[in-house]
């Protein structure tokens, strides 16, 4: 007889999970953002997840995830320069515990945007004295937590660059070109010799790092400035780390100056790739502007914008994982998902970016993993308390959890398409 039934496309061992950042859940009194942004102040806990953690890692199991990835608050681990809190690791270890309790296969982020404040103020990217301060955390994280197959280094390293060193908005608030590079190659030096690190420690360890990947496209596709502008910033932001990674050299281009190559120590030092992706931004030439570029976020398709203002995209997907597939390497999606109070919309955009997850896994691109962001309403940078994410609601007064139709919706996908 003819079996009708549809066949199964995502693989039995494909990692269904959702993504979080320590600081945005939890605070800490000893990290840079605590006194960046005045929100924290009012704030200082936000979820209250570092002490309310079990109960928010029960949803995990309501969602019938297969993974989780989370990442430690250095500044509690090491509050001062020659201070390790052994309670704080004993608590990232019961996060760890718990997981591989209920099968869940935890993914770690060792660095996600926030640094002890005695980290900025001595030693921040910019100086090599930021090298040997993260190996040292890195290090007595790997030797210290047990049960972790999968590590990131570190999320989204060209943000952590763009905020903190071109546009100034984020730690330590530099606008500042030749510094921007010397903290590029000390962070990737960073990612190469943790790589060596964790592999040292843990044989079978898988290591990448969170890359974010936008589409662009020029503001006027018959303006020949807009189009450059689009093709360098493609080039920057989703080519330069992927050909970095096969070569050990960066080569930075900005339009009408000479291309600046870095050498850093990070050739084949992936294990996968993991890649965040939110959007598609359109440039045009503004001489007006820093730099020349001006960005904006177009609802061009009909999809609508979020509630951070950007454009929801979803084949974008699809042409940023072709682009990562040149790595020969599986590939994770480490982070997706939507700022919106329309549960709806929630719904409405994860399936369509699933949907393209499948499509991209019948075409033979090597996706070995979906984590949406997030679990909970959290904190986000320099937007506050307002942007919605979760997939289970967080009254901020109250700090109840209530669950989103999102949430049940995530939880239906995850079983239809895998079976589990």
């Known amino acids: 007889m003819h079996d009708r039934r549809k066949k199964k496309i995502f693989p039995d061992d494909f990692l269904w999970g959702v993504a979080t950042s320590a600081f ?4 800490s009194p000893h990290a840079d953002w605590t006194t960046w942004d005045p929100v924290i102040s009012e704030k200082p806990l936000i979820t209250d997840h570092y002490r309310l953690f079990r109960q928010d890692l029960r949803l995990l199991k309501e969602l019938g995830v297969n993974a989780y990835r989370f990442s430690i608050e250095w500044s509690r681990i090491q509050p001062r320069e020659d201070t390790w809190d052994l309670e704080a690791i004993a608590h990232y270890q019961e996060i760890i515990d718990i997981l591989r309790s209920c099968h869940i296969e935890p993914m770690l982020t060792l660095h996600h945007f926030t640094h002890p404040r005695w980290f900025m103020e001595r030693s921040p990217w910019h100086r090599t004295a930021s090298i040997e301060k993260f190996l040292r955390f890195t290090e007595m994280m790997v030797s210290s937590l047990k049960g972790v197959r999968y590590w990131l280094t570190f999320n989204e390293p060209y943000v952590i660059l763009l905020g903190g060193y071109l546009e100034g908005c984020t730690p330590p608030g530099l606008r500042d070109v030749p510094r921007s590079l010397v903290a ?3 962070i990737f030096t960073c990612h190469g010799k943790a790589y060596d690190i964790i592999h040292r420690y843990i044989p079978g360890a898988q290591v990448s790092l969170a890359h974010n990947m936008s589409v662009f496209a020029p503001w006027k596709r018959w303006n020949p400035l807009d189009r450059l502008l689009k093709k360098t910033a493609n080039y920057f932001y989703n080519h330069s780390i992927i050909n970095a990674f096969q070569t050990g050299i960066f080569i930075i281009k900005f339009p009408f100056s000479k291309p600046v190559e870095i050498e850093v120590p990070i050739k084949d030092k992936l294990d996968f790739f993991g890649i965040n992706y939110y959007t598609r931004i359109h440039l045009r030439f503004n001489p007006f502007r820093k730099m020349g570029v001006e960005l904006r976020y177009a609802d061009i398709e009909g999809h609508g914008l979020t509630k951070m203002g950007w454009e929801v995209h979803p084949r974008g997907l699809a042409k940023v994982l072709r682009y990562a597939s040149r790595l020969d390497l ?8 939507i700022a919106t ?5 929630k719904v409405k955009y994860m399936k369509k970016h699933i949907d393209v997850v499948e499509k991209c896994l019948r075409d033979g691109i090597d996706v070995r993993g979906y984590f949406y962001w997030t679990l909970i309403d ?17 009254d901020f007064e109250t700090l109840e959890r209530t669950p989103t139709f999102a949430a049940t919706y995530y939880a239906y996908l995850i079983q239809s398409r895998s079976g589990m």
């Open 378 to 394: 959290n904190y986000e940078w320099l937007q506050g308390l307002d942007a919605r994410f979760g997939l289970y609601r967080v």
């Open 184 to 186: 590029l190659k000390n």
């Open 341 to 345: 109070h329309d549960t709806g919309e």
């Open 24 to 27: 945005q859940l939890e605070g």
């Open 330 to 337: 599986p590939l994770m999606i480490t982070e997706n998902g």
